[in-house]
């Protein structure tokens, strides 16, 4: 069973700083591509940043751009998402999705249940 389990959310005031954790198990972590969408209470689901096992490759939204990093570790089969310098309008359930054999996200095969990060002014 294909298992994605966040952690690492919490509350942290405005400019500061989380690491989320996205632990994978039940399928081979090198083939796929894994990372990060966020939820805000009334908006869409947003692609937040994700990375390809394959090639390192990595894709960031405009809105976390020089703010936010991703990066795996294959012994562990774990993606991290370091947020820094923190705003208000990051303030969202956070979830990890991986893509089965791809090095881009588009149509996530699984999804996490969610961690909430809030920020506050």
């Known amino acids: 069973e294909v298992q994605l389990v966040e952690s690492g959310g919490g509350l942290v005031q405005a400019g500061g700083s989380l690491r989320l954790s996205c632990v994978a198990s039940?399928?081979?972590?090198?083939?796929?591509?894994i990372g990060w969408f966020r939820q805000a209470p009334g908006k869409e689901r947003e692609k937040v940043s994700y990375?390809?096992?394959?090639?390192?490759?990595?894709y960031y939204a405009d809105s976390v751009k020089g703010r936010f990093t991703i990066s795996s570790d294959n012994f562990k089969n774990t993606v991290y998402l370091q947020m820094n310098r923190l705003k208000p309008e990051d303030t969202a359930v956070y979830y990890c999705?991986?893509?089965?054999?791809?090095?881009?996200?588009?149509?996530?095969?699984?999804w996490g249940q969610g961690t909430q990060v809030t920020v506050s002014s």
């Open positions: 990375i390809s096992s394959s090639d390192g490759s990595t």
């Open positions: 999705a991986a893509e089965l054999g791809a090095i881009t996200i588009a149509t996530p095969d699984y």
């Open positions: 039940g399928f081979t972590f090198d083939d796929y591509a």
